[in-house]
């Protein structure tokens, strides 16, 4: 399973926590275990966005998929 796979199987499991407050989350790419992301939904314009991509999504990639450098929103 390449790293990307790992990362959408990851984000599947994410996700019903974003979709529970009106948002949501995409992937965008992955380049040299960076994983881009695109937040949408209410997580787009929402002012606490920086902190759920950090807090919860990169939190949770980095846990599970050692090899992950960093998320960013793109």
Same mark, same amino acid.
């Given at each position: 399973? #390449?790293?990307?796979?790992?990362?959408? $199987?990851?984000?599947?499991? %994410?996700?019903?926590? =974003? &979709?529970?407050?009106? /948002?949501? !989350?995409?992937?965008?790419? *992955?380049?040299?275990?960076? *994983?881009?992301?695109?937040? @949408? /939904?209410?997580?787009?314009?929402?002012?606490?966005? $920086?902190? @759920?991509? #950090? $807090? /919860?999504?990169?939190?949770? =990639?980095?846990? +599970? %998929?050692?090899? %992950? +450098? +960093? !998320? &960013?929103?793109?």
């Amino acid at each position: 399973m #390449t790293v990307k796979e790992k990362v959408e $199987q990851e984000l599947e499991n %994410i996700r019903p926590r =974003l &979709q529970a407050d009106g /948002g949501d !989350v995409e992937l965008v790419d *992955v380049e040299d275990n960076v *994983v881009k992301v695109k937040l @949408t /939904g209410a997580c787009a314009g929402c002012p606490m966005s $920086q902190m @759920t991509l #950090t $807090q /919860g999504v990169e939190r949770v =990639l980095k846990n +599970k %998929i050692p090899e %992950i +450098k +960093k !998320v &960013q929103a793109v």
